[in-house]
């Protein structure tokens, strides 16, 4: 038996939770949730899933939230640290590990009207390079380029920029906190709740609070502004990676308040690139509705394997 179609324990692991199933035939079945706040260990979280197996898996695919750069991997957003060898350990023959947005960018051609929905209408509809973003706990960013490869890296951490005076003092009042205003700083869980804090000048409990209640002036405010630079770090991302075959919002945060990202001008910004407008139009743009597009990324990972 190939090792596509051996056995695998996937796992998407997130800063405040983790998704596991086990891949078999090339499909992953029942998902098990864990909140990472109960666990001492990425070690510890696995062995869990482990035990849950009627099968035990020969092999380990992680999209993890940190940067990857060799076997040694540290957490941006948690205290975890663990290695390839220390997985192994745990009694699986092979471990691969990827950033948690190189795995979505392996699902993004898989990707149909089941599994996600479309803000606003693009005048084009092709193949091509296809971007994903994705604000969560941090800013994550990555592509898929056609037919080819996934293409990954910390896209979040570029700086971010306004369009006019208003928007340039929200990014003077965060720069003024945190030193560098990067995307992130803005388009993640954190980013929302000092964003909310640089245009009201209180900070609420958490980014839950503002999403959980848009209709409440403050809050709207605050997502209008949000979607914004949403649209704006989008429409960069599709100019940078041509990405034709359109930009992907995935992450915790957008999901659930489609309804707010359709009636706001989103789709607008996105296209408001000047002599580029026309270009801008003819790429769409979809947030992902599959509640695990780590894990179906992961399975495309293997499978393409």
């Not at 692991?13 to 079945?29: E, F, L, Q, W």
Request: charged share 20%.
């Amino acid at each position: 038996m190939s090792d596509t179609y051996a056995t695998w324990l996937i796992a998407d692991i997130g800063a405040t939770s983790s998704r596991c199933a086990v891949v078999n035939d090339g499909k992953y079945g029942k998902v098990s949730m864990f909140r990472n706040d109960d666990m001492a260990s990425l070690e510890e979280m696995l062995s869990a899933c482990l035990a849950e197996c009627s099968e035990r898996p020969a092999h380990c695919a992680l999209a993890v939230a940190a940067p990857i750069s060799g076997d040694n991997v540290v957490m941006s957003n948690r205290d975890w640290a663990f290695s390839v060898q220390s997985v192994q350990a745990l009694g699986l023959e092979r471990v691969e590990i990827i950033n948690d947005f190189h795995a979505i960018a392996y699902a993004l051609p898989h990707f149909d009207d089941q599994t996600r929905e479309e803000i606003g209408t693009a005048s084009r509809y092709r193949d091509g390079n296809i971007a994903v973003l994705g604000p969560g706990s941090g800013l994550g960013m990555a592509a898929w380029i056609a037919g080819t490869a996934a293409m990954t890296g910390e896209g979040g951490h570029i700086t971010v920029s306004g369009r006019d005076d208003y928007e340039d003092s929200i990014i003077v009042s965060l720069r003024a906190e945190f030193g560098h205003c990067s995307a992130e700083r803005i388009l993640s869980g954190p980013g929302l709740v000092a964003l909310h804090k640089a245009i009201h000048g209180t900070a609420p409990e958490s980014s839950e609070s503002i999403t959980e209640n848009p209709d409440e002036s403050h809050n709207r405010k605050t997502l209008q502004h949000f979607f914004r630079f949403l649209a704006y770090v989008a429409a960069d991302l599709a100019l940078i990676t041509g990405a034709y075959g359109g930009v992907y919002v995935a992450g915790g945060i957008v999901p659930a308040c489609i309804g707010e990202l359709q009636r706001s001008d989103f789709r607008e910004r996105f296209e408001d690139k000047n002599r580029y407008r026309n270009y801008m139009r003819g790429i769409p743009t979809w947030v992902i509705t599959d509640p695990f597009p780590g894990l179906t990324g992961l399975q495309a990972y293997i499978n393409r394997r």
